[in-house]
């Protein structure tokens, strides 16, 4: 089992920044691939961005290229997205994810989320 736990939502002005953070715990960090998804009201789950277990690697949505950075400490096991220039469609409720593979079986874990609400 994998627990997560977000922290760092809240609202902001258009054009500001957020930094949300994921804790994790009940596994070896460094072996966990790790994501940002998020849902707006009345739409689907999508994904933000994601890191390899390493973080050697990292992959974002078009929407958020540019804007927003995903980092992970496998020290502290926490996930990091750094969110600048926001906007009032990057508004949503955010989500870290894990994915575990262990004898070719995929685990997938979820936080509660955190609202990111961007509005003047």
């Known amino acids: 089992q994998v627990q997560l736990v977000e922290s760092g939502g809240g609202l902001v002005q258009p054009g500001g920044s957020l930094r949300l953070s994921c804790a994790a715990s009940?596994?070896?960090?460094?072996?966990?691939?790790m994501s940002w998804y998020r849902q707006a009201p009345g739409k689907a789950r999508e994904l933000v961005a994601g890191?390899?277990?390493?973080?050697?690697?990292?992959n974002y949505a078009d929407s958020a290229k540019g804007r927003f950075t995903i980092t992970r400490d496998n020290a502290k096991n926490t996930v990091t997205l750094q969110m600048n220039s926001l906007k009032p469609e990057d508004t949503a409720v955010y989500y870290c994810n894990a994915v575990r593979v262990v004898l070719a079986k995929r685990y997938v874990y979820w936080g509660q989320g955190t609202q990111v609400t961007v509005s003047s």
């Open positions: 890191i390899s277990s390493a973080g050697g690697s990292a």
């Open positions: 009940g596994a070896t960090f460094s072996s966990v691939a």
